[in-house]
């Protein structure tokens, strides 16, 4: 079956920054768009960012564009997120999903998060 790894998250500084990693298994990885999503604390979930099935294309949320990268290695399984410039409106329980089809945001699988917290 689908399954999804979040890694990475903790406790950064505003400021700073941190690398979150998905490792997926269950399916063929490199077939599929990747997601990263989060909750904040006491918030809706909120889409962050997206990567097609290869690599080429990447999207991103208003709100983390030009401060997070997404990025994947197919030959690992794994997606990421490199987050810079950290802001606490950051902190978040941060979610990889699988797509079910490039471009709409719809997602079939996800994993368990990762909490990421940004505090001084």
């Known amino acids: 079956q689908v399954q999804l790894v979040e890694s990475g998250g903790g406790l950064a500084q505003p400021g700073g920054s941190l690398r979150l990693s998905c490792a997926a298994s269950?399916?063929?990885?490199?077939?599929?768009?990747m997601s990263w999503a989060r909750q904040a604390p006491g918030k809706g979930l909120e889409w962050v960012s997206g990567?097609?099935?290869?690599?080429?294309?990447?999207i991103y949320a208003d709100s983390v564009k030009g401060r997070f990268t997404i990025s994947r290695d197919n030959a690992k399984n794994t997606v990421y997120l490199q987050m810079y410039s950290l802001k606490p409106e950051d902190t978040a329980l941060y979610y990889c999903?699988?797509?079910?089809?490039?471009?709409?945001?719809?997602?079939?699988?996800w994993g368990q998060g990762t909490l990421v917290t940004v505090s001084s």
């Open positions: 999903a699988k797509d079910i089809v490039w471009g709409v945001r719809v997602m079939d699988a």
């Open positions: 269950g399916f063929t990885f490199s077939n599929y768009a």
């Open positions: 990567i097609y099935a290869d690599g080429s294309d990447t």
